[in-house]
């Protein structure tokens, strides 16, 4: 990978290391409170524990470094803090391709950094934040969707801006891939959380990365992530069978060589196109990047140093 030389390259082993001086941590969150519909396979506890929980203390200690800095900068003079409050809430983007596991890496980082930083955690998906089908079929961006041009990119900017300078709650909008719609019936309520983990295809993109704290790149071969999302996408279809709401319900009939035709379809016209344009080269501004190999494991971990 180009750009690589200013990170520091931890092996799996090496970087599990990070999170194994005080054992590993238990989950903070109560399992059942995730959501079922469909949701991302059961990650091993060798996963959770070897990489993720090593991500978590990384990030409490940059967390705390920020803090301090914005601290010390306002005592200063306030306006060198810019918008960010010294007891504001802080960034952490997961950003990476189609399919690379993204939200769950964000979720079992929500469970472990509670008891890291000694304050309460939220994930946000940048999904959340497409325009609604219907206004994405009103401005003929329905085959862009997915691109950045289909994001409200003014409303999840003064989410982060009021989370990081920490203001009132907030109500973000939630992304059902149920229905592959934003939920008319979910919010998320963001209420001065010590972290917020801002996961999704943008969550390092051009239009926020100056709001983010700390950018996490989850990074996979193209053809291990069109294998993931095929794999995904049959589930999805499996879970849509008795789910007459589901998208994916009229398709439940279909053959299954034709569904995953048109699986395909949209990873090589829409997915593919767009993650080697737009979310790939977010890679460069991501202080962690997590390679994966083919089996979901995290096989190394770049860590940009000072």
């Known amino acids: 990978m180009s750009g690589m030389s200013s990170r520091a390259v931890l092996t799996r082993a090496t970087w599990a ?13 109560d399992p059942d409170a995730v959501p079922t519909w469909a949701d991302d396979a059961q990650v091993a506890d060798a996963e959770r524990d070897e990489v993720v929980l090593p991500m978590a203390r990384l990030a409490a200690l940059r967390r705390a470094a920020d803090l301090e800095l ?37 979720r079992l980082l929500a469970e472990l950094l509670p008891a890291e930083v000694g304050g309460p955690v939220v994930v946000v998906s940048v999904d959340g934040y497409l325009r609604t089908n219907a206004e994405l079929e009103a401005d003929d961006l329905t085959a862009r969707k997915g691109f950045p041009e289909s994001y409200d990119h003014d409303g999840l900017r003064a989410l982060l801006s009021a989370v990081r300078a920490g203001g009132p709650p907030v109500d973000a909008p939630v992304y059902a891939h149920r229905i592959q719609d934003r939920d008319p019936d979910r919010t998320v309520r963001v209420d001065r959380p010590a972290v917020l983990v801002l996961e999704g295809l943008g969550a390092l993109s ?16 193209e053809d291990d992530a069109r294998a993931w999302y095929l794999e995904r996408f049959r589930a999805w279809r499996g879970a849509a069978a008795d789910d007459p709401g589901a ?60």
């Open 70 to 106: 914005r601290g010390r900068l306002a005592a200063l003079h306030p306006a060198l803090a810019g918008d960010a409050a010294p007891d504001g809430g802080w960034v952490l983007g997961v950003a990476g391709g189609v399919a690379a596991g993204k939200s769950t890496i964000a």
């Open 17 to 29: 290391g990070i999170g194994a001086a005080d054992g590993p941590a238990r989950p903070t969150t």
């Open 247 to 306: 998208l994916l319900h009229r398709i439940a009939e279909m053959p299954d060589e034709d569904a995953d035709a048109l699986a395909l379809r949209v990873w090589e016209t829409t997915n593919a196109p767009n993650v080697r344009e737009h979310v790939l080269p977010t890679l460069e501004h991501a202080d962690v990047v997590l390679e994966k190999g083919a089996d979901h494991r995290v096989e190394r971990v770049l860590v940009r140093t000072p």
């Open 206 to 221: 051009p239009e926020v990365r100056d709001l983010v704290d700390l950018g996490v790149y989850v990074d996979a071969a």
